[in-house]
């Protein structure tokens, strides 16, 4: 069955940086588009950032473009996500997904951005 499991999060001050990684199993991960999403307290998920199977074509959010990276390798089944300058706005559970029929989700992570 198809499995993510996020790591990497944790608490960090603004303008810190964290990698998440989002360990992928049950399919052909080389072949399948990666996202990362994010939920704040009482707000609804909102994706972070897409990357296609090939690693070639990466999307962002406007509120992380240029903060944030996503990638992966598809030779250990992984994709990240590289969080620079963090904000304290940056503050949620980030979820691992993709797509292929039904939407899959990981556990998700917990980044909190404070001083």
């Known amino acids: 069955q198809v499995q993510l499991v996020e790591s990497g999060g944790g608490a960090v001050q603004p303008g810190g940086s964290l990698r998440l990684s989002c360990a992928a199993s049950g399919f052909t991960f080389s072949s399948k588009a990666m996202s990362w999403y994010r939920q704040a307290p009482g707000k609804e998920r909102e994706l972070v950032a897409t990357?296609?199977?090939?690693?070639?074509?990466?999307n962002y959010a406007d509120s992380v473009k240029g903060r944030f990276i996503i990638s992966r390798d598809n030779a250990k089944n992984t994709v990240y996500l590289q969080m620079n300058s963090l904000k304290p706005e940056d503050t949620a559970v980030y979820y691992c997904n993709t797509r292929f029929g039904a939407f899959y989700w990981g556990q998700g992570t917990q980044v909190t951005v404070s001083s």
């Open positions: 990357i296609i199977s090939t690693g070639a074509i990466t």
